[in-house]
Structure formats: structure tokens, C-alpha cells
């Protein structure tokens, strides 16, 4: 058997199909576009293993996803592919639609055509599932609950607002067409090969280059952190065992301010590479600098910023005795130290395209 796997090059699907592939023989189709977010240094280590096989295009090529389908047989599909920054989308709301919005229609059409061609049994079995995101339920107040899956949709930014109308989709296609679908919806990932634009990764590397850390407003906004690991193995639980229809809400239990997850970064650097030591200097100033913290940068907030997120994961933990292994101080220190082991791979990650994305929403260059 196969299983077939949309957007297996960016953070959160390469780190699904490395754990895939850690825990089962069955081979994974890799199908992403390798947009700026897309890479292959993530796979770098399944570079002649016959059980991955890596295909760049468009789930939005509603033909070659056909051809894909009836050449490999999977007997089931997992959707990551996504434009997914929320920066990003107001700056340039498009891509977000015709990626999230008209991609999953068309890749919804494709696996809809080869599931109905499926003998009986193989029908029965196949599972589509669809990975989303806790920000289409809008934002919380400090003392509302978590998000359950019951929630209403109320996203804010255009990023949310196209997750939002692919999850309707998946939905749609599930009750009208009986589609064997699954959505999970979690919280914020962090972890291995994550992007650089992303909160966690570029504070460590500014940090590291002694670049200003820039936190907006005033850092006080909430957010649920998910060590993508974990995230990774509640996916594999899903597609074991969940119900067909459901949506199943992720979350690490680990609520943080932006800027309590910026101060935590800056303590474990400080720990674990001091500025001293490596002779970082203050790139605004040239001052060499003690301590990390030093480097924390109040910008204007972004517009429609959501003030807090938060995940009731009850029903997975319930339903399919799934609980997150990492806390987020252990997971938060994995991370770290795995980005100063790996400079080579933040080197190649920071292309002409990142720079631009952090001097346009930042005033800065990127180092």
C-alpha cells in the first residue's frame, strides 16, 4: 500500500513524512510545488530510500494529481499543502486563495474520481485527510475556553479566511459526495525545519546574527504551541482511527505570549550559545551584547492581530488516546539546539525571497 502526501516539503509535511517513515515500510508520494517555503534540504535524508518518492507540482493540476493517483494507488491522501503565513497573506491575499481555496477544490475533484473507481472494499478504507489550522475559529478572550470543534468559523486575516473555506470544502464533499474525509485543525507548530519568517526560527537566528528580535505590539498576544512532532503522530493516529466526517482539534496544551516564547528563546541561547562567547555584537550598533534579551525590538502590530488561540484537544485524547509528549520547555529546547547543529540548513533556507519578505515587513535586512 502507498499513502500520497500534498505539501511533504514544507515544515510541517516534511516532518510528517520523516516521522511516517520512521514508523512504517509503506511508501509515501510526495507531491509539492516548492514555492519559497518548499524544501528539498528537509528530505535530505530519505535520498535513496525506495519508500519516498518526491514529485514537485500543483494540487491545483487537477490532471497530474489524477495521473498520480492511478499510477500509485494510495489508499490515502493527506493534504498539508497550503500558503500559510499570516503576514504574508495580507501583503498578498491571492496566492492564499488560489492555493488553499481553488487547489483543495481541485484536489478534492481528483481524489473524488479515483475513490468512486475503487472496488468496494478499498472504498470503505480509503481516507482523505485534510490538515488545517485552529486560526479559523478567530480569536479568544482571555478568559473564554479553548477552542472545541463545535466552534464557529470566524476567521480574521486572509490566511484564516482561505484555511477556513478548504476545511467548508472537505465538509462539503464529505456530506454530499460521502467522501471518506477527515480535518484535523491545531495549534501553533514549532520544530525542526521550520521557516525562518515564522516567530520561533527567526528569533533564533536574528538572535544569533545579533539582529533586532521584533515582536509586535506588545507581545502580549497568546498563542498554543504544538511541538510538530507530536502534531505529526496525532495525524498518524487520525488517519488509524478516526471517524470519516469528524474534525479532530490538536493542541499542545502549552499557552504562551509571544513574548514569553521570545524571553525563553534568549534564555536557552544564552545558556546554550552566550553572546559573549560567540561574539555577537548588536548589529544596529555594533556594541557587543551580554545577554540575547538585549536584542528585543517593539514593532506596530500587524492589522487584525488575533489576541489569543487556544485548543480544546479533549475530543482526540478522548476518542483516540492521543496526548502531546513534549512540554513546551522540552520541546522548545529540542528546537533550539537543533538550530544552532544545523547553520547549514538556516544558510540555505534564508534565500533572495526571505530577505525581501523581512525587509518589507520589518524595516530589516535579513542576515
Known amino acids: 500500500m502507498t499513502i500520497l502526501v500534498t505539501g511533504g516539503a514544507g515544515f510541517i509535511g516534511a516532518n510528517f513524512v520523516l516521522d511516517w517513515l520512521e514508523h512504517h515500510d509503506e511508501p509515501v508520494v510526495n507531491l509539492d510545488k516548492l ?3 518548499g524544501n528539498l534540504d528537509n528530505l535530505a535524508s530519505l535520498q535513496g530510500d525506495a519508500r519516498h518518492v518526491f514529485v514537485r507540482g500543483d494540487i491545483g493540476d487537477r490532471a497530474l494529481v489524477e495521473r498520480l493517483l492511478q499510477q500509485h494507488r ?8 497550503a500558503e500559510s503565513h499570516v503576514d504574508r497573506s495580507i501583503h498578498g491575499p491571492e496566492d492564499f486563495i488560489q492555493t488553499n481555496v481553488v487547489g483543495t477544490f481541485r484536489l478534492l475533484e481528483a481524489v473524488r ?3 468512486s473507481g475503487l472496488p468496494q472494499e478499498e472504498r470503505a478504507a480509503f481516507r482523505f485527510l485534510h490538515v488545517s489550522t485552529d486560526e479559523v475559529y478567530g480569536t479568544l478572550g482571555p478568559a473564554d475556553p479553548p477552542f472545541a470543534e463545535t466552534r464557529r468559523y470566524e476567521p480574521n486575516s486572509p490566511y484564516s479566511a482561505s484555511k477556513a473555506a478548504s476545511d467548508h470544502l472537505v465538509r462539503a464533499w464529505h456530506h454530499t459526495y460521502g467522501l471518506p474525509a477527515l480535518t484535523t485543525n491545531c495549534s501553533n507548530n514549532y520544530g525542526p525545519f521550520h521557516f525562518p519568517e515564522k516567530l520561533i526560527p527567526l528569533m533564533i537566528v ?3 546574527a ?5 515582536v509586535y505590539g506588545d507581545g502580549r498576544q ?3 504551541w504544538l511541538y510538530v512532532r507530536d502534531h505529526c503522530a496525532a495525524i498518524r493516529r487520525v488517519l488509524q482511527a478516526g471517524q470519516p466526517g469528524q474534525t479532530y482539534n490538536i493542541g499542545g496544551r502549552n499557552e504562551k505570549t509571544n513574548l514569553e516564547v521570545v524571553q525563553t528563546i534568549c534564555a536557552l541561547l544564552d545558556e546554550l550559545a552566550p553572546a559573549p562567547r560567540r561574539g555577537v555584537a548588536d548589529a544596529r550598533t555594533g556594541r557587543p551584547i551580554e545577554r540575547y534579551a538585549e536584542l528585543i525590538t517593539h514593532v506596530p502590530d500587524r492589522p487584525g492581530h488575533d489576541r489569543r488561540y487556544a485548543i480544546d484537544a479533549r475530543k482526540i485524547e478522548r476518542e483516540l488516546g492521543w496526548r502531546p509528549a513534549e512540554t513546551f520547555d522540552s520541546g522548545i529546547r529540542k528546537t533550539v539546539q537543533w538550530y544552532l547543529d544545523h547553520p547549514e540548513w538556516v544558510a540555505r533556507a534564508q534565500s533572495g525571497a526571505y530577505r525581501e519578505w523581512v525587509a518589507r515587513q520589518y524595516g530589516m535586512v535579513a542576515a
Do not use: I, M
Not at 210 to 214: K, Q, T
Open 210 to 214: 545579533g539582529r533586532p528580535l521584533p
Open 206 to 208: 536574528h538572535a544569533l
Open 113 to 115: 474520481g479515483y475513490w
Open 74 to 81: 494510495p489508499r490515502a491522501v493527506l493534504n498539508f499543502a
Open 35 to 37: 514555492t519559497y517555503a
Open 222 to 224: 497568546v498563542r498554543d
